[in-house]
């Protein structure tokens, strides 16, 4: 054995890698999330409410609200109060948007856009077949969420209130059932409101929703016209009075001779006298029976 070979001496060191990793990056990352957090919120504690309802916009509708301090307006592009002066220019906007529409050769005379002395009302009319909802159905088809969907959110630019009403043909429902078209003139206003409401009609710009069977019929020479089925949109002035306070749509609802031309009014030669045949998943009717 060599006794002159040098002795090596081997030290191993311990890994420090799994206590100091960048766990703590993480820690420190939420930390400063939360003071930044807790300073924004104690920040606008102490701000106006101007500011208040500028940041809270903003987060409700980055693309337009921020920018209507105060308003409940949503939406980006051209937006105007309506009043007896300008309220053409909404029915000449919504005509030009249906025309665009890919379905409209198909509806385009189930539409009536007319200036009222309430406002603008909108009519969905239906046909024998169903146009915008399937027959005896309160739910909306294809057609008529494409089409309700367009106007919602044309409206929802508006500050102006909206009523929606809905209307029957005088054809009953069985009497031994439990519906009838009042439920079903209801339905389908509210239906129509629902779908208008997640399209970004505000919450509280929907001030009423009213069903009227077959009291208010379209057509009075004929109960069964498939045109006295529909959906009415009113959109309502928007008035100053003399204390500068918005003034409230009139009450009532009562259908108004128009002032203005109907965007789409369907001739004699194209309303059909079929009467409606409820679909085959709604109560049985009975023609002999009246409401």
Request: no cysteine; aromatic share 6%.
């Amino acid at each position: 054995m060599d006794k002159t070979r040098p002795i090596i001496i081997v030290k191993k060191k311990g890994s420090h890698s799994a206590h100091h990793g960048g766990a703590w990056k993480v820690a420190y990352a939420d930390f400063v999330t939360a003071m930044m957090s807790l300073f924004i919120v104690l920040w606008l504690l102490g701000s106006s409410k101007k500011v208040q309802e500028a940041v809270g916009g903003y987060f409700k509708d980055p693309t337009g609200t921020a920018a209507k301090i105060g308003s409940n307006m949503q939406g980006a592009g051209e937006n105007f109060t309506l009043t007896k002066d300008n309220m053409p220019k909404l029915k000449n906007r919504l005509e030009q948007k249906i025309r665009q529409m890919s379905d409209f050769e198909k509806f385009k005379s189930h539409v009536e856009i007319t200036v009222t002395s309430e406002g603008l009302r909108i009519e969905l009319m239906e046909s024998a077949s169903g146009t915008f909802f399937d027959s005896g159905r309160p739910q909306l088809n294809t057609d008529g969420r494409e089409l309700l969907v367009m106007i919602a959110q044309e409206l929802a630019k508006l500050p102006n209130k909206i009523s929606i009403e809905g209307h029957t043909d005088s054809k009953p429902y069985a009497a031994s059932g439990n519906y009838s078209n009042w439920e079903l003139s209801s339905d389908r206003a509210n239906a129509a409101r629902r779908l208008m409401q997640v399209n970004g009609v505000g919450s509280t710009q929907v001030t009423q929703v009213r069903g009227f069977a077959d009291q208010r019929l379209r057509n009075i020479h004929d109960s069964l016209d498939p045109s006295n089925r529909r959906i009415s949109l009113i959109v309502h002035y928007l008035e100053n009075n003399d204390n500068g306070e918005d003034a409230k749509p009139p009450a009532g609802g009562e259908e108004k001779k128009p002032e203005g031309a109907a965007a789409a009014k369907p001739s004699a030669g194209n309303q059909e006298k079929t009467p409606e045949t409820r679909s085959p998943g709604a109560p049985a009717e009975n023609p002999a029976s009246k409401e």
